[in-house]
């Protein structure tokens, strides 16, 4: 009977968890460096890195590649279908209502947002951010280890409910609210219950995202002197420790200002 009772308990638990969704954005256009997504490090392209580690986090239970419809995005959808991965295509400007329409077709509850030029994504960061969201006594509308910048910039993780995302699909007018996905939960900080997620040493002076070629250079030196593959993806707290030895390799790009966001389209 307790054997019964378990299974028809853990039946429960599995219907009442929410569906939890990464939702990666990602398209050829870059103004800084073009085709990004698309550049190899480690024997494959920087989405695949970016999916790979995803794939790893076990409180993730779906992923989507959000692109456009644009035909210049035909190869992205072609590397995610090659990538055994689902795809979404919607807007190219209108990236929150792109977002909408991914989490409607992939039937999520909880969406992990994920920008597809970041190929040092952890996925224990990911996990993090997401038992931040779900397992909050009194309920959380968004939790992201970016409200504090305490991890290095490329490990950004936003969490938030499909139900809230179609709140802010309606209600968002400004064209920058368009265009960045999130920025209309934390510009309404009263009307959303925003979680944190910090580490306990301020990391956020590393920059491990995509955007210049300085930034490739940093990542080739990374993948390269880390034998980064596949079969082997060291956690961030690895390549932390290799940049505190080698902190020329951090100059590379240390003085890459992140674009505003009223510059991204």
Not at 5 to 23: K, N, Q, S
Not at 84 to 112: M, T, W
Not at 142 to 163: H, K, M, Q, W
Not at 183 to 203: A, C, I, K, M, W
Request: proline content about 4%; charged content about 25%.
């Amino acid at each position: 009977h307790s054997c019964r009772y378990a299974l028809v308990m853990e039946g429960r638990d599995r219907m009442t968890r929410p569906h939890v969704v990464a939702i990666i954005q990602g398209r050829m256009g870059s103004t800084r460096l073009p085709g990004k997504i698309l550049l190899v490090l480690g024997g494959r392209t920087v989405l695949a890195n970016v999916v790979a580690r995803v794939q790893r986090a076990p409180l993730i239970h779906d992923l989507v590649i959000a692109t456009t419809t644009a035909a210049a995005d035909d190869v992205v959808a072609s590397e995610a279908y090659r990538l055994g991965v689902d795809v979404f295509r919607g807007s190219e400007d209108d990236v929150l209502d792109r977002y909408q329409g991914a989490a409607r077709h992939a039937r999520a509850d909880a969406i992990v947002r994920i920008t597809s030029d970041c190929p040092l994504l952890d996925a224990s960061v990911a996990d993090l951010v997401v038992d931040r969201y779900l397992s909050n006594s009194g309920g959380l509308d968004y939790a992201s280890n970016t409200i504090v910048r305490s991890y290095p910039r490329g490990l950004d993780v936003e969490v938030f409910s499909a139900a809230k995302l179609q709140e802010a699909a309606r209600s968002a007018r400004a064209k920058s609210e368009r265009e960045h996905v999130t920025q209309y939960f934390y510009n309404n900080p009263t009307r959303f219950r925003l979680g944190s997620v910090e580490h306990s040493r301020d990391l956020s002076r590393h920059r491990w995202t995509l955007d210049t070629p300085e930034d490739l250079e940093f990542m080739r030196q990374v993948f390269d002197r880390l034998s980064i593959t596949d079969a082997s993806i060291p956690s961030f707290l690895r390549v932390v420790e290799f940049l505190d030895r080698h902190p020329e390799i951090s100059a590379l790009n240390a003085f890459v200002e992140q674009k505003p966001l009223d510059a991204y389209h």
